[in-house]
């Protein structure tokens, strides 16, 4: 299991003097494996561009993978979106790791001048085009004239966000990976099967699994319980509390490692955790010793990864 850690957003910099070079450093020294970054437009919270913060990252470091979560093509011009991948790409010397989705409410669709209804279609044709975009090949988009861009990257690996059956479908005929967030080690089990099923139907081999995860390690004066963070995950993603109470990681490391193993167990291979907690350098050192203690256990059996592109973990 690879574990990466969502880097802080403006609020905890400031809260802990930190800025996003700093961070993705501490994240890198710590030995955990990518840091990670959402892409979000006109919510009211203060938040950079996702691309420009993983640019950020990409050149504070030297070895932890880059990655958006998610990054969302479909509010973009589709080239504008691909010349901003390749670049990422490029400056992080192949560090990249993709996120796909179609998400945010109305609102951000509005304020990005893009109709809400045509969320879904938009994200086919981006996963659809993107590869050729990136390599360099003349591509043409959909009511637009031959592109081609220059330089040409390899393809990061193409994760598709969200548990619905949609990103499902998406992820097993269009990407390379499935990365849903904040469901319960049984619910993605369930989806793996169908994950597979649908990958099998579509001749192509089952996609990789990364889940999106809530931590607050620890015991310090200030770090949320799992019951204050269940309480808001069930509020916000609408999960029954039961569910709720299952999702998040919290106690010590040990504690820890064993609800990621459970993940493990249901297919996953990467995990991405967005931290809750008085200090985000504390967290951050508390999520390596979980990935240490991970590590240390049997890995699962081998599982298939698309050839050709998506090769990076």
Request: net charge neutral; charged share 20%; hydrophobic share 45%.
């Amino acid at each position: 299991m690879r574990i990466g850690v969502v880097l802080p957003s403006a609020e905890v910099q400031r809260r802990d003097g930190l800025d996003l070079a700093t961070a993705a450093r501490h994240a890198e020294d710590a030995g955990l494996d990518s840091v990670w970054h959402g892409d979000h437009l006109a919510t009211g919270v203060p938040t950079v561009e996702c691309t420009i913060a993983l640019a950020v990252a990409a050149t504070a470091t030297h070895r932890i993978g880059v990655g958006a979560a998610v990054f969302v093509p479909a509010i973009r011009p589709l080239i504008w979106a691909a010349k901003a991948v390749a670049s990422l790409q490029l400056i992080s010397g192949g560090r990249l790791l993709l996120g796909i989705g179609s998400g945010g409410g109305p609102a951000q669709w509005a304020a990005a001048g893009v109709p809400f209804r045509e969320r879904g279609p938009r994200t086919d044709a981006a996963l659809r085009l993107l590869p050729g975009l990136l390599t360099g090949d003349p591509v043409t988009p959909p009511d637009g004239e031959p592109v081609t861009l220059a330089p040409g990257v390899d393809v990061p690996p193409l994760w598709i966000g969200n548990a619905s059956a949609v990103a499902i479908h998406r992820a097993a005929t269009l990407g390379d990976g499935w990365f849903p967030s904040l469901i319960t080690p049984a619910v993605l089990a369930a989806g793996r099967e169908r994950l597979r099923a649908t990958a099998r139907s579509a001749g192509r081999p089952e996609p990789v699994i990364t889940i999106g995860a809530l931590a607050a390690l620890g015991r310090a004066p200030g770090t949320p319980s799992r019951d204050d963070l269940a309480t808001g995950i069930a509020a916000t993603y609408r999960h029954t509390a039961r569910d709720a109470a299952e999702i998040p990681l919290t106690g010590d490391p040990a504690e820890a490692a064993d609800r990621v193993a459970e993940y493990a167990a249901a297919g996953a291979t990467h995990l991405v955790a967005g931290v809750a907690g008085p200090d985000w350098r504390a967290q951050a050192d508390l999520l390596a010793e979980v990935r240490r203690r991970v590590s240390e256990r049997p890995v699962p059996g081998p599982r298939a990864i698309p050839s050709g592109r998506g090769q990076r973990p």
